[in-house]
């Protein structure tokens, strides 16, 4: 495996200054310090830590754009009639090297950070009074960040893994250590393979409850948090008996329990995210101003309500899916008066008790997508001691006051349904078309052009982006850009 050992040189000015002792939630500023000053006590290295998470609340990745460029594109938003101008491009898939994604830094800010920790580490670090137990913990979480990373960049940049060319198809550069340099990308089964090795040494490291505590237990990666990733991550890959053991580990943990019919509505009214993470969450990016990711009101809250920008509108095509006694159908509104005939997703409704729509909570994965894993993984071929894909369904649809599937009703297409309905507005939707090679179809379309996409087509990887192309002599642009 050739992996490389360079960090892009396009990102090196963005990451000096910031692989170390940023604040993350709860934590308070610290004066800007050397790597090896703040990298050289346990108390520095998991500072270095907690900062590795910041990323995430970036509006470049959870924080808004990363979760709306994926329902934008997959069909299930569109651009309103309340428009600042945001995200035309991606809605009508317009993308250009000058116009592609921000995740491409953001990212690679993260891997910098996490790759600080661990190369101390993974040196023999050890500390009087510190447990090898402690310091184990700190790499794991690092590793379960790295790992969620790439497997976010695979998915934007590249196209499916399961598709086309597969493995051996242009991936995104594997850097694992902190050095100037101009690397080439490594194919997209290297890529996988690293998320892999990340995501399993994870698992067996991190603890079951995590020792930082602070605001939100559900911003923090866990084993069951790495478990969670890696069913999703096979569910990529099209293991399906991986996919199935990893949903089913997590669903039996008996942690995260499903949200009744009663329990699902905005969270202001007692269900959905919740202020410190709701029961269904696994893991979660915590949103606080106080974060420096923190975009002031380029949040995912104030792009998706009417009584902020706006702009990002439900689109009537995932609307119409919905049964009248379907909870989930709830979480949707018009504007009155002047925008009846407009919907607008409640899933981010801003945070209580004033509804600040500078602050919410993203989920990252929820414990319904783990019975939606494990219905397709089996119906793909994986066993399952006591589960059946059509009890996977209808326990999420009975905790939604959904009618119930019959057994011979359960299909594939009955679970990417599901998928749709269930998961919108949390950032799958475009990947799921995507993995599973199905083309978009849009019938509520209000663009001008490329209202369908079919499948394959170049645009389906987004182009890398044209800072990173100027600056690094060895990076490829993905083809046809």
């Known amino acids: 495996m050739n992996i490389q050992k360079t960090i892009v040189v396009g990102l090196l000015a963005l990451l000096v200054f910031t692989t170390a002792c940023e604040d993350f939630l709860y934590q308070e500023p610290r004066l800007s310090q050397t790597n090896e000053l703040t990298l050289s006590t346990f108390e520095g290295l998991q500072a270095a830590t907690l900062g590795a998470y910041t990323p995430l609340y970036s509006s470049d990745w959870y924080g808004r754009d990363f979760v709306v460029t994926a ?15 945001r995200f035309f491009t991606d809605y009508l898939w317009n993308n250009t090297p000058q116009a592609t994604h921000g995740l491409w830094t ?26 090898q137990e402690q310091i184990d ?24 893994i399961a598709q086309g060319s597969g493995m051996n198809q242009l991936g995104v550069p594997v850097v694992l250590t902190y050095e100037l340099g101009q690397p080439a990308r490594n194919t997209l089964g290297e890529v996988y393979d690293q998320i892999e090795v990340d995501l399993i040494n994870a698992e067996t490291h991190l603890a079951e409850v995590s020792p930082n505590g602070g605001t939100d237990s559900k911003g ?8 969670a990733l890696l069913a999703r991550y096979y569910l990529y890959t099209e293991d399906w008996d991986n996919a199935a053991d990893y949903a089913s580990m997590v669903i039996n943990s008996g942690n995260y329990p499903l949200y009744t019919a009663e329990e699902y509505t905005t969270w202001d009214n007692g269900g959905v995210w919740g202020t410190d993470g709701g029961a269904e969450i696994i893991f979660e990016v915590y949103g606080a101003e106080g974060n420096s990711s923190h975009s002031n009101w380029n949040t995912i809250s104030y792009i998706m309500s009417p009584e902020g920008y706006g702009d990002i509108n439900a689109s009537h095509d995932v609307y119409n899916l919905y049964e009248d006694g379907d909870v989930r159908k709830a979480l949707f509104r018009n504007y009155e008066p002047n925008y009846v005939n407009d919907l607008w997703s409640l899933k981010y409704p801003g945070k209580a008790p004033d509804g600040n729509l500078r602050e919410d909570n993203i989920p990252v994965l929820r414990i319904s997508e783990m019975y939606l894993i494990r219905a397709e993984a089996i119906l793909n071929g ?26 011979g009703n359960t299909t594939l297409t009955t679970v990417y349904l599901e998928r749709r309905m269930e998961l919108c507005y949390e950032g799958h939707q475009l990947f799921d078309l995507a993995r599973t090679g199905r ?30 192309m100027d600056a690094n002599a060895n990076m490829e642009q993905n083809p046809e850009y």
């Open 137 to 160: 913990q700190l790499a794991a979480e690092c590793r379960f960040l790295r790992g969620l990373a790439y497997f976010d960049l695979a998915r934007l940049f590249c196209q499916p």
């Open 71 to 85: 329902d934008l594109k997959g069909g299930n938003a569109k651009k309103g009639p309340i428009s600042s101008g």
């Open 382 to 407: 994986a066993s399952v001691s006591g589960a059946t894909a059509h009890d996977d369904l209808n326990m999420i649809r009975a905790n939604r006051g959904a009618s119930l599937l019959d057994a």
């Open 106 to 131: 953001r990212a690679y800010q993260l891997i910098g950070r996490a790759n600080n920790v661990l190369e101390v580490i993974n040196a023999g670090f050890s500390e009087p009074g510190i447990e």
């Open 439 to 468: 083309s978009l179809v849009r019938v509520d379309y209000g663009g001008s052009v490329n209202q369908n996409i079919a499948f394959p087509d170049y645009r389906w990887a987004m182009p890398i982006p044209q800072a990173e």
């Open 220 to 227: 923090w990666a866990t084993k069951s948090v790495a478990q």
